[in-house]
């Protein structure tokens, strides 16, 4: 049985959508008197997805990472890097190519991975497939220690500010993001990404999660396999140190919690307790407009084929 609500992404999709009209824009004839600044401002945004001329100190190594498949024909893909805390930290990037023909700003999905260190670290292939989903630019920080970032995996510690530099860069540097509405993904150890941002940043406007973690410490206590890693890359157990466990746990502080939530996750899961989701969302329905959809299986991080047109739907209402 499925409960009618709604939140996230990362099976490989095939939508069928619209590709809009291009629009190009004039470039200002330096010798001509001064443009309104109407024209000033396209010109100044003309080949806003040339990536190149975004390289900088902060910014640097865009390659195309697009795998000859089939999201070509609906997405760009791009593998960066940036800079949070002085470490050099990987990015990745989809931007629909509907969205790159109108030469205009498009709205933007983040999308905050699971796994820890090397294990669930982002491919070349993780965003496409979420771009097409979402009908959104898609960026995605690799966190430090992940993959080929920097420094090390603190699990929601000071790997945190990878998620929030990004979204600076979002906001001050990439000038094909519009910030509206913008919205943050997180799958299941994304939750502990996805949920502290929100609290912390008020760019984000609404929340996404699937199979997501919500309480740590339950975590922690149901996985016998977690219990080293949590200790090795959080620095403590929870008994010996539960605040840096709550820190990262929407359950415990979801009264701050006031961005619409989408969330989706398995009754079944054998990685995050439904538990979980179910406690998160008795929590925030009463406040907030948070949406849950569960499915009777034991999948983890999956969104069903029948959804895709409700996550949709929910991101442009």
Not at 30 to 48: F, G, L, V, Y
Not at 66 to 75: I, L, M, T
Not at 156 to 163: F, M, T
Not at 276 to 298: F, G, H, M, P, V
Request: charged share 25%; with cysteine.
């Amino acid at each position: 049985m499925r409960k009618t609500r709604i939140c996230g992404i990362l099976l490989p999709v095939v939508l069928v959508l619209s590709v809009l009209a291009g629009c190009q824009t004039e470039k200002a004839n330096q010798a001509e008197p001064a443009a309104p600044a109407e024209t000033a401002i396209a010109s100044e945004r003309a080949d806003i997805y040339n990536m190149e001329s975004y390289e900088s100190d902060e910014v640097f190594g865009f390659v195309k990472v697009n795998q000859g498949g089939k999201y070509d024909a609906f997405c760009t893909t791009y593998k960066f890097n940036y800079l949070s805390d002085g470490l050099k930290i990987e990015g990745y990037l989809s931007v629909p190519l509907s969205v790159e023909k109108t030469q205009k700003p498009g709205k933007c999905a983040m999308y905050n991975h699971g796994g820890n260190r090397d294990y669930g670290k982002l491919e070349n292939n993780t965003t496409a497939p979420m771009c097409v989903v979402c009908d959104r630019i898609v960026i995605a920080s690799q966190y430090r220690g992940c993959g080929g970032s920097e420094g090390e995996d603190h699990f929601g510690g000071d790997d945190l500010n990878d998620v929030i530099k990004l979204i600076d860069l979002c906001e001050n540097t990439f000038l094909f993001i519009v910030m509206d509405d913008f919205c943050v993904i997180g799958a299941s150890r994304g939750g502990v990404m996805t949920y502290p941002a929100a609290r912390k940043d008020s760019r984000i406007k609404r929340i996404i999660t699937i199979g997501a973690v919500s309480d740590l410490i339950e975590s922690y206590e149901a996985r016998d396999d977690m219990k080293d890693v949590l200790k090795e890359t959080i620095g403590f157990t929870p008994e010996e140190n539960p605040e840096e466990y709550k820190k990262r746990s929407a359950v415990y502080w979801a009264d701050e919690i006031n961005i619409p939530v989408l969330i989706f996750h398995a009754k079944h899961d054998p990685l995050v307790p439904y538990g979980q989701a179910e406690k998160l969302y008795e929590i925030l329905k009463s406040r907030i407009d948070c949406t849950l959809i569960s499915y009777d299986d034991d999948s983890h991080a999956e969104v069903k084929p029948e959804d895709y047109q409700t996550i949709l739907d929910w991101l442009n209402q």
